[in-house]
């Protein structure tokens, strides 16, 4: 453990950021690095707990990449960086994401979090790595050995590149297909830049480069190379290609222009954004204009960074669920990751410029309204959730609660269906009731021997740090599949 004390002699610190109405001028990151004194501090807070929740790693408590939490932290503390660097990577593949951009489950486990507040261990997670590129202790490491297998790993985002990363480093030759221009899935093209811009990404890239992984951009499989072509290429295939099926919303003026899929959004703006910084126009500005967003997770408030940047003259976000509490429900008790009312960067921006927090709870969409083809606004209702004893949502109209809303752009952000399945059925891999790649004899096979799938499109839409944990685990069943004992 750090300092046993260190619990009861720090408080709580968290990265400093620039000020809303600064920030939303620029698509830059906005936080502000810790002290080394201030780190230390943090990782003192760490407590010899016995049972370090942290890094359980269940569907529901802790990493699901078993970071080794404690010991990175006393490391930090005792000014062990390199040291800390090396315990950071044996579990984790690109902390430089996770330390951005994940919701830190961990955090909502840990026990300084059960009577006050928890190790900040995100911004510490991320510390580390910086300091690691910054003093160069992160450089390539290319296997010292190649076996004579080739995988071919289909999808950038962060499984697919788990998975690359972990095979090519137990001497498979790697070849990583994207059909988009750029390498990086939705952490390029589905995360604004300002959260994770795209050169941290392509740092991280260019190591994998230089460690012998190949990547390919701009190939569609089943298109620009056939599924029966990619089979008989190569060893193994992993399938790591998201649930990129949008979830679409079923009502009257659905196809009226200025609806569109909150996706399609944030691509066409970090694209023109790396392509020209905006100057080509060629993404769907929110300028001028009253945005509604419907869907109440982290994709709507990404679209609100969005389109706050823009410079849009409203931002109200629709939530169908009623706001949560500030204190934790009893049957949301630690260490489970606690369901509370949180003001993200994104509310804070739009408090910022707006005069108000921009969510709006407990609506329905029941119909668009439009004028001449393009959307003009839209009329909800309030709606009432129910829960079951299985789980199972009812949600019950409140009379008399209709409401027309004016818009001129709206944003659908309701999450995703499961996995295209057109690459699926090329390969005759079999799919699942619910859209997702179905399981073969093992987790992570599928139904066709020497493929396997690994990500969003086989467990659901979920977090970046479970897609790197499925991409780590999918690769050692390749592993094995191709006789190799590196892995495990």
């Not at 699901?64 to 062990?80: A, D, G, K, S, T």
């Not at 070849?175 to 988009?180: A, G, P, Q, S, Y």
């Not at 993404?283 to 204009?289: E, R, V």
């Amino acid at each position: 453990m750090a300092k046993p004390t260190g619990f009861l002699t720090y408080v709580r610190a968290d990265v400093k950021k620039e000020a809303p109405h600064k920030r939303v001028a620029h698509w830059k990151e906005f936080t502000r690095p810790m002290s080394t004194q201030t780190l230390q501090e943090q990782g003192a807070r760490c407590m010899d707990c016995a049972v370090p929740f942290c890094h359980t790693g269940t569907e529901e408590v802790g990493c699901p990449i078993h970071n080794l939490i404690p010991e990175w932290n006393e490391l930090v503390y005792r000014n062990q960086w390199k040291e800390a660097l090396v315990r950071l990577h044996k579990t984790n593949n690109f902390p430089e994401f996770t330390g951005r951009v994940c919701p830190a489950p961990c955090e909502g486990s840990c026990v300084a979090a059960l009577h006050g507040e928890a190790v900040a261990i995100k911004s510490i997670e991320n510390h580390i790595v910086e300091r690691g590129f910054a003093e160069g202790w992160i450089v390539a490491h290319p296997p010292k050995a190649r076996t004579e297998k080739t995988v071919a790993i289909v999808g950038s985002g962060p499984a697919g590149l788990a998975a690359a990363d972990q095979l090519n480093q137990a001497g498979h030759t790697v070849t990583v297909f994207e059909r988009d221009d750029r390498v990086g899935g939705l952490l390029t093209y589905g995360i604004p830049d300002v959260k994770l811009p795209f050169s941290i990404i392509e740092r991280r890239i260019n190591l994998l480069r230089e460690e012998g992984i190949s990547f390919e951009t701009g190939v569609d499989i089943g298109s620009d190379i056939s599924a029966a072509v990619l089979r008989e290429s190569f060893d193994a295939v992993i399938l790591a290609t998201g649930a990129t099926k949008p979830r679409d919303l079923s009502c009257e003026g659905r196809t009226l222009d200025g609806v569109h899929f909150a996706m399609d959004f944030l691509r066409a703006n970090t694209k023109s954004l790396l392509d020209s910084n905006h100057q080509d126009e060629q993404f769907l500005s929110a300028a001028g204009k009253h945005v509604i967003v419907i869907g109440g997770g982290d994709t709507g408030a990404d679209c609100i960074t969005t389109s706050v940047r823009h410079g849009a003259l409203s931002v109200t976000q629709f939530d169908i669920n009623a706001q949560q509490g500030f204190t934790r429900a009893s049957e949301n008790a630690w260490p489970l990751f606690p369901i509370v009312h949180t003001v993200s960067d994104a509310h804070e921006e739009a408090i910022a410029i707006y005069g108000e927090d921009p969510r709006a709870y407990k609506l329905q969409t029941k119909r668009f309204l439009g004028a001449n083809g393009h959307v003009t606004g839209l009329e909800t209702i309030e709606v009432n959730t129910t829960i079951d004893a299985q789980g199972r949502k009812t949600r019950t109209e409140v009379p008399g609660s209709e409401q027309v809303w004016h818009a001129d752009l709206v944003l659908l952000a309701l999450g995703f269906e499961g996995a295209d399945a057109t690459l699926c059925e090329a390969l005759g891999v079999q799919m699942s009731t619910s859209q997702t790649v179905a399981q073969g004899r093992r987790p992570y096979e599928t139904s066709v021997p020497g493929v396997f799938a690994a990500g969003d499109n086989r467990r659901g839409q979920s977090l970046v740090v479970w897609a790197i944990d499925e991409g780590r685990k999918a690769a050692a069943v390749c592993d094995r599949f191709l006789g190799g004992v590196f892995l495990s």
